[in-house]
Structure formats: structure tokens, C-alpha cells
């Protein structure tokens, strides 16, 4: 499906559907860059999400390990 092509003397005889084409498109863009922010925020925290969870488990081994030998 191809865009129709809009002139500016088309622009200039309905200055409404102008100002909403214009409307739509910055909204349009505002959506797709929101939506990649967002994309990359996800990925970047599921990564400190993974190192927390190594981190976590680092941590409850010598913790378990460090139990036991006073326990003995």
C-alpha cells in the first residue's frame, strides 16, 4: 500500500487536515521512540537482572558454606 503523495497546495486548501496530518505522524514517531526506549531499557535490566541473580547465588553458597562450618 503506498502513501498518497500530498502537495503543499493540497496543504495549503484544507489547513485542518494539515494540521492533523501532522498531528498523526508526531504522534506516530513519539510511539515508535517510545517504544524502542523502552525496548532498550528492558534488555539492559534483564542483564542486571541475571548479574543479580549469579551475584545472589555467589553469595547464599557462602553463606550456606559459612552456616555449616560453624554449625561444626
Not at 515508535?32 to 542486571?48: A, C, V
Amino acid at each position: 500500500m503506498a502513501l498518497p503523495a500530498l502537495s503543499f497546495k493540497e496543504f495549503l486548501t484544507n489547513p485542518i487536515v494539515a494540521l492533523l496530518f501532522m498531528c498523526l505522524m508526531a504522534i506516530g514517531y513519539l510511539y515508535i521512540d517510545n517504544r524502542t526506549t523502552l525496548t532498550k531499557q528492558i534488555e539492559t535490566l534483564q542483564s542486571e537482572v541475571t548479574k543479580l541473580e549469579k551475584d545472589y547465588k555467589e553469595l547464599n553458597d557462602k553463606f550456606i558454606k559459612t552456616l555449616q562450618d560453624v554449625k561444626r
